[in-house]
């Protein structure tokens, strides 16, 4: 199984990004994807999370700025980012998880003031 990560990158604060996580396993109802996110010395959070069925959870501190999409078809979840803040600079990971866990490797977001 594979996740494979894209879309970070350098921006200035007030910028926007989207990231996208490309499984090489299909998204069911009982499928939940999610991003998290780890800076150096700290825990690994979530971001976001969207079930199968299209339920979607956020951390606080990204309400109405990200949006997590995601497309059974082309079996996608993408993180919309807009409004990005310096304390937005992470490596972001995209995670699934059905009967396993499954994680992507890591794509870098920077955030310059």
């Known amino acids: 199984v594979q996740l494979q990560a894209s879309g970070g990158g350098l921006v200035q604060a007030g910028g926007s990004l989207r990231l996208s996580c490309a499984a090489s396993?299909?998204?069911?109802?009982?499928?939940?994807m999610a991003w998290y996110r780890q800076t150096p010395g700290a825990q690994r959070e979530l971001v976001a999370q969207?079930?199968?069925?299209?339920?979607?959870k956020y951390a606080d501190f990204v309400k109405g700025r990200f949006t997590i999409t995601r497309d059974r078809a082309s079996r996608t979840v993408d993180l919309q980012m807009n409004n990005l803040l310096p304390g937005d600079t992470a490596d972001y990971y995209c995670?699934?998880?059905?009967?396993?866990?499954?994680w992507g490797q890591g794509t870098q977001v920077t955030v310059s003031s």
């Open positions: 995670h699934f998880r059905t009967n396993r866990e499954y």
């Open positions: 396993i299909g998204i069911y109802t009982s499928t939940i």
């Open positions: 969207i079930t199968g069925y299209g339920q979607t």
